[in-house]
């Protein structure tokens, strides 16, 4: 089924790797050291190189029916706690600064229109290889990607309820529940003469004077166009500092820019947004996307399959480049792959194909007539087996070549 060269696809992502960063060349020494970390680190910094095997390989991506919005990079990394925004005026009324928290698929930089089956792929690999990263033996690894995929077919299809959330996301929903803005803020920030500032290092780091002008005014672009209903009061959005934001693995080297506002003033009353440069999505290897600037399709995939979106996304334009903007919240997390016991993988694994199955059917565009059969449930397991085993081969030669 597949056949590669994983010295020569090593070689194909290091080239990757130094045309992103090469803006930037200081970059590109975080984006090799977040890269070796693990096969699932490789997996989740080489998204385009995934869909470079899925061109080359025809019969990899071919499967059941069923299509419409996809995650683009569904991983296990990429679900995780954040805050949603307003639902509506009696929503407002139960929760905390009309806002909750929820768990669910957070990275839609690379959605797409296309077939289903690609997003369930990619994360079936990635818990082959992260299931065996925390401990699982390979039949345990299959069996908890079995569950996964049954679960997706329930949801996506039966419209089966979302099951319980399992002990490690309940962990990790009350944990972040009760993280306050102010730890937001320590973490990256100091007081300089009175004023905040995000602290320069290896998180931030300085911009131009003439980059800072054209970020002041993206991001005003940004504010001018945010709805009545979610854009504050004027001077809340009166911008403090501004810096380079070095965050994520596949993004590192895209133009980031972090911005501090002055919030809702006071002490520790200030605000952090993110501005981040998007482009050509991965899986456009072998699916054409939509005719949308590439910020707007970001934000279209997030409000087609989330039924709680953030609050306060949206979109700019800065050095020509097409800017996708949130506000940061101390409720942001993800799953510490690390600290999971083995009898939390196949309730997660189970979660994760309900909420993806889920997302998939609000963003539904075509619907097939049947559900899928077991025998496409196996056949989708069997192509990600051997990507997986592919990824394996291509980390390790990635790794020779850069220890070198």
Same mark, same amino acid.
């Given at each position: 089924?597949?056949?590669?060269?994983?010295?020569?696809?090593?070689?194909?992502?290091l080239?990757?790797?130094?045309v992103?960063?090469?803006?930037?060349?200081?970059?590109?020494?975080?984006?090799?050291?977040?890269?070796?970390?693990?096969?699932?680190?490789?997996?989740?910094?080489?998204?385009?190189?995934?869909y470079e095997?899925?061109?080359?390989?025809?019969?990899l991506?071919?499967?059941?029916?069923?299509?419409?919005?996809?995650?683009?990079?569904?991983?296990? #990394?990429?679900?995780?706690?954040?805050?949603?925004?307003?639902?509506?005026?009696?929503?407002?009324?139960?929760?905390?600064?009309?806002?909750?928290?929820?768990?669910?698929?957070?990275?839609?930089?690379?959605?797409?229109?296309?077939?289903?089956?690609?997003?369930?792929?990619?994360?079936?690999?990635?818990?082959?290889?992260?299931?065996r990263?925390?401990?699982?033996?390979?039949?345990?690894?299959?069996?908890?990607?079995?569950?996964?995929?049954?679960?997706?077919?329930?949801?996506?299809?039966?419209?089966?309820?979302?099951?319980?959330a399992?002990?490690?996301?309940?962990?990790?929903?009350?944990?972040?529940?009760?993280?306050?803005?102010?730890?937001?803020?320590?973490?990256?920030?100091?007081v300089?003469?009175?004023?905040?500032?995000?602290?320069?290092?290896?998180?931030?780091?300085?911009?131009?004077?003439?980059?800072?002008?054209?970020?002041?005014?993206?991001?005003?672009?940004?504010?001018?166009?945010?709805?009545?209903?979610?854009?504050?009061? #004027?001077?809340?959005?009166?911008?403090?500092?501004?810096?380079?934001?070095?965050?994520?693995?596949?993004?590192l080297?895209?133009?980031?820019?972090?911005?501090?506002?002055?919030?809702?003033?006071?002490?520790?009353?200030?605000?952090i947004?993110?501005?981040?440069?998007?482009?050509?999505?991965?899986?456009a290897?072998?699916?054409?996307?939509?005719?949308? #600037?590439?910020?707007?399709?970001?934000?279209?995939?997030?409000?087609?399959?989330?039924?709680?979106?953030?609050?306060?996304?949206?979109?700019?334009?800065?050095?020509?480049?097409?800017m996708?903007?949130?506000?940061?919240?101390?409720?942001?997390?993800?799953?510490?792959?690390?600290?999971?016991?083995?009898?939390?993988?196949?309730?997660?694994?189970?979660?994760?194909?309900?909420?993806?199955?889920?997302?998939?059917?609000?963003?539904?565009?075509?619907?097939? #007539?049947?559900?899928?059969?077991?025998?496409?449930?196996?056949?989708?397991?069997?192509?990600?087996?051997?990507?997986?085993?592919?990824?394996?081969?291509?980390?390790?030669?990635?790794?020779?070549?850069?220890?070198?």
């Open positions: 089924m597949l056949s590669v060269d994983p010295v020569r696809l090593a070689r194909r992502q080239e990757l790797d130094r992103r960063t090469a803006g930037m060349a200081s970059i590109l020494p975080h984006k090799i050291e977040r890269m070796v970390a693990s096969p699932l680190a490789f997996l989740r910094g080489s998204a385009p190189l995934f095997l899925l061109e080359r390989h025809p019969a991506r071919a499967g059941p029916r069923g299509g419409g919005w996809l995650v683009g990079d569904a991983h296990l #990394e990429n679900f995780g706690a954040y805050r949603a925004g307003i639902l509506s005026p009696a929503e407002s009324k139960k929760t905390r600064d009309a806002e909750r928290i929820v768990f669910g698929p957070n990275d839609f930089d690379d959605a797409v229109v296309g077939p289903w089956r690609l997003d369930v792929l990619r994360l079936v690999v990635s818990l082959v290889l992260g299931g990263e925390i401990g699982a033996d390979g039949p345990r690894a299959l069996t908890v990607c079995d569950s996964l995929i049954r679960s997706y077919v329930g949801s996506a299809f039966h419209r089966t309820r979302l099951p319980a399992p002990a490690p996301v309940r962990a990790l929903v009350d944990q972040v529940r009760a993280r306050t803005r102010k730890q937001l803020l320590d973490a990256r920030t100091r300089v003469r009175g004023t905040r500032r995000f602290v320069r290092g290896e998180r931030y780091l300085d911009i131009s004077p003439k980059l800072r002008k054209k970020a002041d005014d993206a991001f005003a672009k940004y504010v001018r166009r945010l709805s009545a209903r979610e854009r504050p009061p #004027e001077h809340a959005l009166d911008v403090i500092d501004a810096a380079f934001r070095v965050a994520g693995t596949g993004s080297g895209c133009l980031r820019i972090a911005v501090l506002v002055r919030g809702k003033g006071g002490e520790q009353g200030e605000w947004f993110d501005m981040k440069e998007e482009g050509i999505p991965s899986p290897k072998t699916v054409r996307p939509p005719r949308l #600037e590439p910020a707007e399709r970001v934000i279209t995939a997030i409000r087609a399959c989330t039924a709680q979106p953030p609050f306060m996304i949206g979109r700019t334009r800065l050095r020509g480049s097409s996708f903007v949130r506000r940061l919240a101390p409720q942001e997390d993800k799953i510490n792959l690390a600290t999971l016991r083995s009898e939390d993988l196949e309730p997660l694994a189970s979660h994760l194909g309900a909420l993806l199955g889920a997302a998939h059917r609000r963003g539904a565009k075509d619907g097939p #007539e049947k559900p899928w059969s077991d025998e496409d449930c196996e056949r989708l397991l069997a192509r990600a087996i051997a990507l997986a085993g592919a990824h394996e081969a291509i980390y390790l030669a990635y790794c020779d070549l850069v220890r070198r």
